[in-house]
């Protein structure tokens, strides 16, 4: 079974909004990673936060990280067309050789 | 430099075939990762190499998936005796030893008839 959820399932925006994507997990974790996709094919690695670690900021990426709450969010500031895309959230479990368990991704379209 | 590269891009096959699917990593990754994606799916572990041996094949679904990295460097995914339900991207993905970054390749489309 897939380790984490993410939420929503699908977002639609407008150019220039933030848009916002939540992840929560089930075990205790190494470190949380999001990833991008386009077109279903290669996965673009976004930000890696790890576990002692509360918030990391890349660009326009924020990413926030709540291990009591077993959660984690991704908010993509000041949204670009470009920006369209599919977002996963994959967890490195505590104690784990480094395989990657992703959640079922947010779609996220962003109009221009 | 580099990235991760996957060959063939895509590939068709026909129910109770072999196929073979190639990933070369960005030099200088000890670690290798392969993945299979479902249609609308995220990506499911499949085998993680450190080197040349498998150090964790607990994803792959049954005995008919088998893969090898002899070289320590380019990594064959081997199906035997293909089924429709095989059909998925299947991603590659390497690691430095320093990092704990996977980086992916473009994946492998295989279709099943």
């Known amino acids: 079974s897939q380790q984490g959820e993410e939420d929503p399932q699908a977002l639609s925006i407008q150019e220039g909004e933030n848009a916002t994507m939540n992840c929560s997990y089930k075990?205790?974790?190494?470190?949380l990673q999001w990833y991008r996709q386009n077109s279903g094919r290669g996965l673009v690695h976004l930000i890696l936060?790890?576990?002692?670690?509360r918030e990391k900021h890349s660009g326009r990426l924020r990413v926030t990280l709540d291990t009591s709450k077993k959660s984690s969010s991704l908010l993509i500031t000041a949204s670009r067309a470009a920006d369209t895309a599919s977002y996963f959230c994959?967890?490195?479990?505590?104690?784990?050789?480094?395989?990657?368990?992703f959640g079922q991704g947010t779609t996220l379209q962003v109009k221009p | 430099g580099a990235g991760v590269s996957q060959t063939p891009s895509n590939k068709v096959t026909e129910k109770g075939k072999y196929v073979e699917l190639r990933c070369d990593p960005i030099?200088?990754?000890?670690?290798l990762y392969w993945y299979r994606q479902s249609l609308g799916q995220g990506p499911e572990f499949l085998i993680y190499?450190?080197?040349?041996?498998?150090?964790?094949d607990s994803g792959l679904p049954n005995d008919r998936f088998f893969a090898v990295r002899p070289e320590g460097s380019v990594s064959t995914l081997k199906i035997q005796r293909t089924e429709r339900g095989d059909s998925a991207v299947y991603l590659c993905?390497?690691?430095?030893?320093?990092?704990?970054?996977?980086?992916f390749g473009p994946g492998t489309r295989l279709t099943v008839l």
């Open positions: 936060i790890r576990s002692n670690e």
């Open positions: 994959a967890t490195d479990l505590s104690g784990n050789t480094g395989k990657l368990i």
């Open positions: 030099s200088g990754h000890t670690a």
């Open positions: 993905a390497s690691s430095h030893p320093m990092t704990d970054t996977q980086y």
């Open positions: 190499f450190q080197g040349t041996g498998a150090a964790d």
């Open positions: 075990t205790s974790i190494n470190n």
